[in-house]
């Protein structure tokens, strides 16, 4: 797979050339374009429990596309429901935990499966449920607004808004937490944070779905009334 990205930083496209037989795993949903001799299969990837697992307690599609080149080379354009950039990472070199929702696309070779981070909490939305990518190739990410990564040093501790993590090393220890009591839970805006240490690359989105959502719900018509001009 060779990926080159456009339009960055707002509205990110990947473009992703493959090798007549190459094949792509994606995300449900995530294709815009694609030329005319490439093929596309859906299924449950990894069988019927592993699937469960990951749209359930990741928050990804049920099922997942594979793309097969067919009759000579292919692309396929690939795009995120939210305007932001895109990441091409390289899973070789170790493991990496991604933010369920920032998942684009992946070469066969490498897994994608789900790991429970912590419960979202009855009166907050910031729960954190993390798809953990590994194997061998590469792997396109999304984020809501632009992307900021940070390298931690060893043993150099960051705070961050479960809102904002897009994805970070598998070996980083982490701690998923409240913000201060249950009053500023509620009320501080803030929610889950979780709190996370060196060495290793942390990848931040700069706008929160979660705070967009607090923001657009109550702007909504309400009642069936309509909203005024």
Same mark, same amino acid.
């Given at each position: 797979?060779?990926?080159?990205?456009?339009?960055?930083? =707002?509205?990110?496209? =990947?473009?992703?050339?493959?090798?007549?037989?190459? !094949?792509?795993?994606?995300?449900?949903?995530?294709? @815009?374009?694609?030329?005319?001799?490439?093929?596309?299969?859906?299924?449950?990837?990894?069988?019927?429990?592993?699937?469960?697992?990951?749209?359930?307690?990741?928050?990804?599609?049920?099922?997942?596309?594979?793309?097969?080149? =067919?009759?000579?080379?292919?692309?396929?354009?690939?795009?995120?429901?939210?305007?932001?950039?895109?990441?091409?990472?390289?899973?070789?070199?170790?493991? +990496?935990?991604?933010?369920?929702?920032?998942?684009?696309?992946?070469?066969?070779? @490498?897994?994608?499966?789900?790991?429970?981070?912590?419960?979202?909490?009855?009166?907050?939305?910031?729960?954190?449920?993390?798809?953990?990518?590994?194997?061998?190739? !590469?792997?396109?990410?999304?984020?809501?607004?632009?992307?900021?990564?940070?390298?931690? =040093?060893?043993?150099?501790?960051?705070?961050?808004?479960?809102?904002?993590?897009?994805?970070?090393?598998?070996?980083?220890?982490?701690?998923?937490?409240?913000?201060?009591? +249950?009053?500023?839970?509620?009320?501080?805006?803030?929610?889950? @944070?979780?709190?996370?240490?060196?060495?290793?690359?942390?990848?931040?989105?700069?706008?929160?779905?979660?705070?967009?959502?607090?923001?657009? @719900?109550? !702007?909504?018509?309400?009642?069936?009334?309509?909203?005024?001009?």
């Amino acid at each position: 797979m060779k990926t080159d990205v456009l339009y960055q930083p =707002a509205f990110a496209l =990947a473009r992703c050339a493959i090798e007549p037989g190459e !094949q792509l795993r994606a995300e449900a949903g995530a294709m @815009v374009a694609m030329s005319s001799n490439i093929e596309i299969q859906t299924s449950a990837t990894g069988g019927m429990l592993k699937s469960l697992k990951r749209s359930f307690l990741g928050g990804e599609s049920f099922f997942m596309n594979t793309f097969t080149a =067919a009759d000579g080379p292919g692309e396929i354009l690939f795009g995120a429901a939210l305007p932001g950039d895109v990441r091409v990472l390289d899973v070789s070199p170790g493991p +990496l935990m991604v933010q369920s929702g920032a998942f684009l696309v992946a070469e066969m070779d @490498v897994n994608v499966d789900t790991k429970f981070s912590g419960g979202r909490g009855f009166f907050a939305t910031g729960g954190l449920f993390m798809l953990r990518l590994e194997g061998r190739g !590469q792997a396109v990410i999304a984020s809501y607004g632009a992307l900021h990564e940070m390298q931690l =040093a060893a043993g150099q501790r960051y705070t961050i808004d479960t809102g904002h993590v897009v994805g970070f090393d598998a070996n980083m220890p982490y701690n998923l937490r409240r913000v201060g009591g +249950l009053k500023s839970t509620l009320f501080s805006g803030e929610g889950f @944070v979780i709190d996370i240490e060196g060495p290793g690359s942390v990848l931040l989105q700069t706008r929160s779905q979660d705070a967009f959502l607090s923001w657009l @719900v109550p !702007q909504l018509p309400k009642n069936g009334g309509s909203s005024a001009t």
